[in-house]
């Protein structure tokens, strides 16, 4: 039981890893420099940030700090976003809140022109998607077409961050950001696209119209055409937004919930053999000097679970955010 939750967090660390590369690394994030992406913008390197997520995270010049992103939001993200989950990472590592796209000075400035370039970046990824599954009749797929999907929801939906605000942070004993903090502090915009015809209901925003903040004069006035948008703290928008996930999952009934039942097995079934070859390598290495040292920090997890246990803690799944960053609490 214990080495199978060891794995899970194993799973869950690279996951998190995996996407923070996607939000920080230069060569990976997609970045918008023209009011419109270019033909062609969308291709094998970077079709699957696109796929599977509900939202995409618009990223505005003036929010950014000497034309970087600040790591912190992904932080502030992802520690909300998990928690959403009960701290259990969806199993498939492609699955996350949202992809980043980072608007440059000579990218678009208006919520209009920012929502033209989503529909085109959607139909991109459509249009590319579908090609490749042409192309899988005849060559081998370059990755599990099957499992990569643009949603609907993604369409309908986005969130444009567009106003820094400094970290409250702790500069003693050592500099600290504390995440859940930053997740109230920061707001964001939720704009609505006008392109939610396939999904199972209308968006709404009035059960988180309470939590509300004040929309700028020339915020609103730069939207060209009236599109419904509102402002709120960050862990309230992507809660937000997993709800409305959730929603169309239920609308598409059973299947959806058996696909994910189906991935829950999988995982399972992955977690229970790496347990066991765990403790057949442990067993067999008699010389302790010849276990290999992930095989031994593993057991020392998975004791150090069992303790807690004993102590009457239950052993719950746990972001370590210090993994991702030493200043992040």
Request: glycine share 2%.
């Amino acid at each position: 039981m214990y080495l199978k939750q060891c794995y899970h967090d194993a799973n869950r660390a690279d996951h998190a890893s995996q996407w923070k590369r996607r939000w920080r690394s230069e060569c990976v994030i997609f970045t918008l420099k023209g009011a419109a992406p270019p033909p062609g913008a969308i291709h094998s390197f970077n079709v699957r940030s696109f796929c599977c997520q509900p939202t995409t995270f618009y990223w505005t010049a003036n929010a950014q700090r000497s034309g970087r992103c600040p790591s912190f939001i992904f932080g502030a993200v992802y520690k909300t976003w998990s928690r959403c989950h009960n701290n259990i990472t969806p199993l498939d590592h492609e699955h996350f809140f949202a992809n980043l796209v980072q608007i440059t000075e000579t990218g678009p400035k208006s919520i209009h022109e920012i929502v033209e370039a989503h529909r085109l970046l959607a139909d991109q990824v459509a249009s590319f998607l579908t090609r490749l599954r042409q192309e899988s009749k005849i060559d081998p797929p370059r990755f599990s077409l099957p499992d990569y999907h643009l949603l609907q929801l993604s369409r309908a939906i986005i969130v444009v961050y567009d106003e820094f605000l400094t970290p409250d942070f702790v500069r003693e004993p050592r500099f600290r950001i504390f995440l859940d903090k930053e997740a109230r502090r920061q707001q964001v915009l939720l704009v609505l696209t006008g392109d939610d015809h396939e999904l199972s209901a209308p968006i709404s925003f009035d059960s988180i119209r309470s939590e509300s903040l004040p929309i700028t004069q020339n915020t609103s006035s730069a939207a060209e055409k009236p599109y419904d948008m509102i402002r709120v703290p960050l862990i309230v928008a992507i809660q937000f937004i997993l709800d409305l996930q959730q929603r169309e999952k239920a609308a598409i009934g059973p299947a959806s919930m058996a696909n994910d039942d189906a991935s829950a097995d999988t995982s399972d079934r992955d977690a229970a053999e790496y347990a066991d070859g765990v403790l057949r390598s442990f067993a067999h290495d008699t010389d302790r000097e010849q276990k290999s040292r992930f095989t031994m920090s593993t057991m020392q997890c998975a004791v150090e679970k069992i303790e807690e246990r004993e102590r009457g803690e239950e052993p719950l799944p746990v972001l370590d955010v210090d993994m991702l960053d030493v200043n992040w609490e």
